[in-house]
C-alpha cells in the first residue's frame, strides 16, 4: 500500500472509525502485490530462482528498449567499492543516475574511516543511514554478507574476493540471450583462471537453469572448484575438462574468456608460470560456427588479441554495455519501481 498524502489524512480527519478503518481496507485490497525482489540484498546467484533471473532479463530488455529517466527519482545509491573496478562502479552509477537517482560513495578504501580501522559492519551500519540502496565490491570473501547483517537497505553484490558477482552474471547471461536468441541447451567454454574467476563461478552456477553442455578450459592448478562441480553433477549438468582451446573451439555457441589473476595468487612464481597460457587469436577461430560469440568481464591483459575485435565473433564490448540495463533493472526491483 502506498503512503498516505496530505489530502487523505486531512480528509480522514473527518470520517468515524469505521469509515477510516473500510477505506484503508479497501487501499490495502487494491495495492498491487509486493514485489519478491523489495528490498531484497543479491548477494548470491544461487539465491535466485529460474523465474527471478528470467524476470531481471525481461525488466533489463525493457530498460533497454525504453528508457525510463524517473523511475528512481529522489532515491539515493551508496556506491562502495573497496576494491578497484571501472565497468561494474561506474555502470551502476550511470544506471541509477539514468534512472532519475541520485549517487554518493567512493571508489577507493583508502579515503574511508577503514583506514582508521573501522569495521566493514560499522562502515555499513552508517552508510545504510544514508542511502536507499548500497552497490558495493570489496577484496574479502563473504563481505557483502556480512555488509547485509549491518543495514537494512539492499545490497548489491558486485564482487566480494573470488566468491561471487551475481550482477556480473546477469549481464552475462542478458548478453547471452541476446547474441544467440536463448539460455536453453547451449554449448558455453569457460577458458582461463577458473579456480580464482569469480565470475566463471558464478556463472557455471547460474547456467544449471538451463541445461547446457559446459567445457572448462585451464591447467590443471586452476581448474573450476571442486565444489562447483559437485552442484553441477547434482543436477545432471554435462561438463568436461580441456588444457587446449583448440579442443573447444568448433562445437561451443559462447566463447567466454577470463585473465588470469594475478592479484589473487598466493604464489606469485605460480602466476609467472600460467600468466600467458591462453592467448586467443583470429587465426584460431577458424572452426568456429558463424554464430558462435565471444565474451570477457574483462579487463583483458594479453589473453584476448585485440585483431578479434573487429570479428563478428567480438561481443565482449556489448557485453559490457548491457550490465548499465541489468543493473537498472535490478536497481528498479530491489527499490520497488518495478515488479515482478
Same mark, same amino acid.
Given at each position: ?54 524476470? =531481471?532479463?525481461?525488466? $533489463? ?48 578504501? !583508502? ?17 545504510? +543511514? ?13 563481505? @557483502? ?15 566480494? !574476493?573470488?566468491?561471487? &558477482? ?13 547474441? +544467440? !536468441? ?6 558455453? @567454454? ?9 565470475? =566463471?563461478?558464478?556463472?557455471? +552456477?547460474?547456467?544449471? &537453469? ?7 578450459? @585451464? ?31 568448433? +562445437? ?9 589473476? !594475478? ?15 591462453? =592467448? ?15 565474451? &570477457?568481464?574483462?579487463?583483458? =591483459? ?17 557485453? $559490457? ?17 518495478? &515488479?515482478?
Amino acid at each position: 500500500m502506498s503512503p498516505l498524502s496530505k489530502e487523505d489524512i486531512d480528509r480522514m480527519s473527518s470520517l468515524s472509525r469505521e469509515d477510516i478503518l473500510e477505506e484503508l481496507k479497501t487501499k490495502m485490497l487494491s495495492a498491487p502485490p509486493q514485489s519478491p525482489f523489495f528490498g531484497r540484498d543479491i548477494i548470491s546467484i544461487k539465491e535466485l530462482s529460474r523465474e527471478e533471473i528470467i524476470t =531481471v532479463l525481461n525488466h $533489463a530488455t525493457a530498460l533497454k528498449q525504453t528508457p525510463q529517466p524517473e523511475l528512481l527519482k529522489n532515491k539515493v545509491m551508496a556506491s562502495c567499492f573497496f576494491e578497484p573496478s571501472t565497468r561494474t562502479r561506474l555502470s551502476f552509477e550511470t544506471a541509477m543516475t539514468r534512472l532519475g537517482g541520485g549517487v554518493m560513495g567512493f571508489a577507493d578504501a !583508502g579515503v574511508t574511516s577503514t583506514k582508521k580501522k573501522e569495521t566493514l559492519y560499522d562502515s555499513m551500519k552508517i552508510i545504510g +543511514q544514508y542511502a536507499d540502496v548500497i552497490a558495493m565490491r570489496h577484496p574479502a570473501e563473504g563481505a @557483502a554478507r556480512r555488509a547485509a547483517e549491518a543495514t537494512d537497505k539492499p545490497i548489491l553484490n558486485g564482487g566480494d !574476493g573470488a566468491n561471487q &558477482h551475481p550482477t556480473q552474471t546477469l549481464l552475462d547471461l542478458f548478453t547471452i540471450q541476446e547474441c +544467440q !536468441g536463448t539460455l536453453e541447451g547451449l554449448n558455453i @567454454a569457460l577458458i582461463g583462471d577458473l579456480k580464482y574467476g569469480r565470475t =566463471v563461478h558464478s556463472l557455471a +552456477q547460474a547456467l544449471i &537453469h538451463f541445461n547446457p553442455t559446459l567445457s572448462f578450459v @585451464a591447467p590443471e592448478s586452476l581448474q573450476m572448484p571442486s565444489y562447483i562441480c559437485e552442484d553441477l553433477k547434482k543436477h545432471n549438468i554435462s561438463y568436461t575438462f580441456y588444457e587446449r582451446i583448440e579442443e573447444v573451439m568448433a +562445437q561451443a555457441d559462447i566463447i567466454y574468456m577470463t585473465r588470469i589473476q !594475478g592479484e589473487r595468487f598466493p604464489d606469485k612464481m605460480e602466476y609467472e608460470r600460467v600468466k600467458d597460457v591462453y =592467448v586467443l587469436t583470429k587465426d584460431m577461430l577458424a572452426p568456429a560456427k558463424p554464430t558462435m560469440r565471444i565474451m &570477457h568481464p574483462l579487463p583483458r =591483459v594479453n589473453e584476448l588479441k585485440e585483431e578479434i575485435d573487429p570479428t563478428p565473433h567480438a561481443y565482449y564490448f556489448e557485453q $559490457a554495455h548491457n550490465g548499465l540495463y541489468v543493473r537498472q533493472a535490478l536497481l528498479g526491483l530491489v527499490l520497488g519501481a518495478l &515488479h515482478a
